[in-house]
């Protein structure tokens, strides 16, 4: 099994950027596919990047395409998103996971993105 923690999450103005973390504990991360997923308040929990075990392949949802990058480094079990651009819509508490989404959610990071 998999553990994982968001960080990095935090107030920042429109047009500002953030990069978040995902740290993941357990021996098996760079055998999955990762993702990163965001969740409004009052809306369900939507997809925004995903990428590859080996980091070769990445997607993204067409809301954050230009403006998020994903990667990750399988040496730290750790899986990145850079935000740039950010936008008021972006205000979400933001989770990674395996895709498809298979081990327990973590606490999230929350992002506030204000106008």
């Known amino acids: 099994q998999v553990q994982l923690v968001e960080s990095g999450g935090g107030l920042v103005q429109a047009g500002g950027s953030l990069r978040l973390s995902c740290a993941a504990s357990?021996?098996?991360?760079?055998?999955?596919?990762m993702g990163w997923f965001r969740q409004a308040p009052g809306k369900e929990r939507e997809f925004v990047a995903g990428i590859s075990w080996s980091g070769g392949s990445t997607s993204y949802a067409d809301s954050v395409k230009g403006r998020f990058t994903i990667s990750r480094d399988n040496a730290k079990k750790t899986m990145y998103l850079q935000m740039n651009s950010l936008k008021p819509e972006d205000t979400a508490v933001y989770y990674c996971n395996a895709r498809p989404a298979s081990f327990d959610w973590g606490p999230g990071t929350q992002v506030t993105v204000s106008s």
């Open positions: 357990g021996r098996t991360f760079s055998n999955y596919a």
